[in-house]
T-cell receptor, first 111, second 114 residues
Framework: DVKVTQSSRYLVKRTGEKVFLECVQD?????MFWYRQDPGLGLRLIYF???????EKGDIPEGYSVSREKKERFSLILESASTNQTSMYLC??????????FGEGSRLTVL | QQQVKQSPQSLIVQKGGISIINCAYE??????FPWYQQFPGKGPALLIA?????SEKKEGRFTISFNKSAKQFSLHIMDSQPGDSATYFC?????????????FGTGTLLAVQP
């Protein structure tokens, strides 16, 4: 079974702090994604990566950056957390027929 | 052109009934239409998917109906069970094999009453 592991399930941070969300997949997938999930808004794409050191902006990249130094690891970075970034963050890797495999999510609260 | 519109936002169905969730898309380049199921505290998981070369796909109690001309697709859950209570997301994307950015609907919270 594909396993996508997000390092932190729950985080509480203060406004202005730098936040790292880590994601690791074990299936050697090339494509990885970060989504944000908010009630009534569904899943919105923040960034994605199709190869090591390659990244592209999704629909809502403002306030976020990403890093992919190794194929299995894709990190989401909030340079200076703000209260409107309180949300559930979902990482996914993409299988060979287009299906996404999601981690269990990281719920971030910014105070 | 990138939106996927999903309805209803929430749905209550009696055990044994049929649950129907609808989605509409705009981009005619989309050719992959999956449905994801999400239980509380978990990430979404692929439930069933369809490509536009067929009008219907069935897996157990779950069926996707696809209307290419209307740019609509729907999920039908037959004989709905309390264990089906979850949030369902439709999605649409481009061709698999390339970078396939899935665009998700806003989700439907399904409650199946015993």
């Amino acid at each position: 079974d594909v396993k996508v592991t997000q390092s932190s399930r729950y985080l509480v941070k203060r406004t202005g702090e730098k936040v790292f969300l880590e994601c690791v997949q074990d299936m050697d997938h090339e494509n990885m994604f970060w989504y944000r999930q908010d009630p009534g808004l569904g899943l919105r794409l923040i960034y994605f990566s199709y190869d090591v050191k390659m990244k592209e902006k999704g629909d809502i990249p403002e306030g976020y950056s990403v890093s992919r130094e190794k194929k299995e690891r894709f990190s989401l970075i909030l340079e200076s957390a703000s209260t409107n970034q309180t949300s559930m963050y979902l990482c996914a890797s993409q299988g060979y027929i287009g299906e996404l495999f999601f981690g269990e999510g990281s719920r971030l609260t910014v105070l | 052109q990138q939106q996927v519109k999903q309805s209803p936002q929430s749905l209550i169905v009696q055990k044994g009934g049929i649950s129907i969730i609808n989605c509409a898309y705009e981009n005619t380049a989309f050719d992959y239409f999956p449905w994801y199921q999400q239980f509380p505290g978990k990430g979404p998981a692929l439930l069933i998917a369809i490509r536009p070369d067929v009008s219907e796909k069935k897996e157990g109690r779950f069926t996707i109906s696809f209307n290419k001309s209307a740019k609509q697709f729907s999920l039908h859950i037959m004989d709905s069970q309390p264990g089906d209570s979850a949030t369902y997301f439709c999605a649409a994307g481009g061709r698999a094999g390339a970078t396939n950015k899935l665009i998700f609907g806003t989700g439907t919270l399904l409650a199946v009453q015993p």
